[in-house]
């Protein structure tokens, strides 16, 4: 038994171009909507401001070095409800930090970032109760003042399980 080849005609060899263009805009058609409706992409508010200003946050870091002060995560939290604790170390005869804030950035989805006001819980460590809406990798920017208004500053990340 021998099958009967239809033959190749301009018509068929047409229809088989724009078809294999329909499947390739319907797939771009998709990924375009999916890119644009998703997450932004955007990690930094007035990227170009900050740019510009790169040269002040390098002068305040290295001012933070020389203070003396040192900020450190002392707890991370280990699940989404637990506890954050910050360890600070100052200059011998320093005024205690006027106010101690961490806020918490989740990176990939929006909507979910919270700021917490940390309080005095020992000689140099300040800490708060932490409920995260949900599990991953968290940033987190640590931001001390001190009694003469100078800020301190520490960005971290954690993962919650």
Known sequence: MTTQ??????????????????VVFCANGIMTYFA?????GLETENAYVKGLNYNDEFQNAKSQKASGWEIAISRKPESVDDRFEVSI???????PP?????HFIRA??????????????????????????????WDVLIVVKSQNNLIFKLKDWFLVK
């Open 89 to 95: 170390t100052k200059p011998e005869g320093s005024l």
């Open 108 to 137: 990939v989805v929006e909507g979910y970032d919270q700021e917490i006001m940390l309080s005095q819980i020992s000689e140099g460590v300040y800490g708060a109760p932490l409920k995260l809406p949900l599990s991953g990798q």
């Open 98 to 102: 006027k106010e101690v804030s961490a």
């Open 5 to 22: 080849q239809k033959p190749y005609t301009g018509k068929r060899i047409l229809m088989w171009f724009i078809g294999f263009f329909l």
């Open 36 to 40: 644009l409706n998703t997450w932004t």
